[in-house]
T-cell receptor, first 115, second 108 residues
């Protein structure tokens, strides 16, 4: 089975711009979660989508949004980029809801740099 | 909301010795506690997990213990090897909260 894929792998944007990241889960997985990884902050949960519905949300501002399509692929959008948004963005897929004893499989991440 | 604290942030261990990483959580509703290993430049991968109705789980050199009353859980790695060098993250699920990670270095 192909693993979780994310595109693009690297992005450079300037402050004020917006960005869209994409995540393709493992075939058959219905849950996609998004995380922000920064040095010293570990993995911070953004949101989880399951069957095209947001099921769980972390403590991030409304500039961070996402959606999931009928084929379980998910996109994450960040509007009005700030310098502090520079990070590695990881998505993870699981068969069922991530909070329900389901192992999460991570993608390679998208490295976003905001200048 | 859920808060997960992880200690220590860095840990250096002589090869062959044991390593212990500890995490505490705040939400008593948390019921699933996975541990992830992230090697340099790679994605996190699940190495072991434990459910709230179990006190201990072991898989070869790795074990996890859970104390629900005290709300803490620990990762134990015995007979450490160079390939154990990585960043380890604990997590508490109900709200998908991760600890800030422990950088483990095995000294040959």
């Amino acid at each position: 089975k192909a693993g979780v894929t994310q595109t693009p792998r690297y992005l450079i944007k300037t402050r004020g711009q917006q960005v869209t990241l994409s995540c393709s889960p493992i075939s058959g997985h219905r849950s996609v979660s998004w995380y922000q990884q920064t040095p010293g902050q570990g993995l911070q949960f953004l949101f989880e989508y399951f069957s095209e519905t947001q099921r769980n949300k972390g403590n991030f501002p409304g500039r961070f949004s996402g959606r999931q399509f009928s084929n379980s692929r998910s996109e994450m959008n960040v509007s009005t980029l700030e310098l502090g948004d520079s990070a590695l963005y990881l998505c993870a897929s699981s068969l069922g809801l991530a909070g329900g004893y389901n192992e999460q499989f991570f993608g390679p991440g998208t490295r976003l740099t905001v200048l | 909301g859920e808060n997960v604290e992880q200690h220590p942030s860095t840990l250096s261990v002589q090869e062959g010795d044991s390593a212990v990483i500890k995490c505490t959580y705040s939400d008593s509703a948390s019921n699933y506690f996975p541990w992830y290993k992230q090697e340099l430049g790679k994605r996190p991968q699940l190495i072991i997990d434990i459910r709230s109705n179990v006190g201990e789980k072991k898989d070869q050199r790795i074990a996890v213990t859970l104390n629900k009353t005290a709300k803490h859980f620990s990762l134990h790695i015995t007979e450490t090897q160079p390939e154990d060098s990585a960043v380890y993250f604990c997590a508490a699920h109900e709200k998908l909260t991760f600890g800030t990670g422990t950088r483990l270095t095995i000294i040959p």
